[in-house]
């Protein structure tokens, strides 16, 4: 079965940029999605389509996707970022969800 | 704005069946824009997609819950379901209800989410 793999803990100071990886088997012919999900609280889409960022995301999230690697960055990082990240894709039909990027903000 | 809220049972004892209930409120369940699905998520874990249900009624489920898993719809009362049968304690996690956004190209994505219940499976 289609797997993604994500690092488990990204550290980040505030200001700066962090970068959340993603990496599958051409990963980059599929589309990817970015989801944060805070202690607590249900998961929120913040990237879709590799690129696109729903209404309400700040402009300080992004999101790219080729060969085996999709990659969610987060400018500026702020203290309110600090989060759980899932990528999730699509494979045969079926959704597939990667481990989880724990985001620390210090 | 779309609500999205799970109700059922929260302890369910083991080799018994796990049945719960999404309603969806505030328009948009008869479209052919989105179709709905259920993810859970064991306690400090990630996410694992269960289903999904389209509003004409075909499913699609994980391959590695499928002989347990079952999902319909109830239109009427703008409600899908879930049902898993045999439950063990590895099936005990926060269940999640979501809307899909039918996307060309299997860009699909879930845009809004229930709070979340937390089913137990113990005797």
């Known amino acids: 079965s289609y797997e993604v793999t994500q690092p488990p803990s990204v550290s980040v100071s505030p200001g700066q940029a962090a970068s959340i990886t993603c990496s599958g088997d051409k990963l980059g012919d599929k589309y990817a999605s970015w989801y944060q999900q805070k202690p607590g609280q249900s998961p929120v889409v913040v990237i879709y389509q590799d690129n696109k960022r729903p209404s309400g995301i700040p402009e300080r999230f992004s999101g790219s996707n080729s060969g085996n690697t999709a990659t969610l960055t987060i400018s500026g990082t702020q203290a309110m970022d600090e989060a759980d990240y899932y990528c999730?894709?699509?494979?045969?039909?079926?959704?597939?969800f990667g481990g989880g990027t724990k985001l620390t903000v210090l | 704005q779309v609500q999205l809220q799970e109700s059922g049972p929260g302890l369910v004892k083991p080799s018994q069946t796990l049945s719960l209930t999404c309603t969806v409120s505030g328009g948009s369940f008869n479209s052919d824009s989105y179709y709905w699905s259920w993810i859970r998520q064991p306690a400090g874990k990630g996410l694992e997609w269960i289903g999904r249900?389209?509003?004409?009624?075909?499913?699609w489920y994980n391959p590695s819950l499928k002989s347990r898993v079952t999902i319909s719809l109830d239109t009427s009362k703008n409600q899908f379901s879930l049902k898993l049968s045999s439950v063990t304690a590895a099936d005990t996690a926060v269940y999640y209800c979501a809307r899909v956004v039918a996307v060309a190209a299997w860009g699909d994505y879930f845009d809004y989410w229930g709070q979340g219940t937390l089913a137990t499976v113990s005797s």
């Open positions: 999730q894709a699509w494979d045969s039909s079926t959704v597939v």
């Open positions: 249900i389209y509003t004409r009624g075909s499913t």
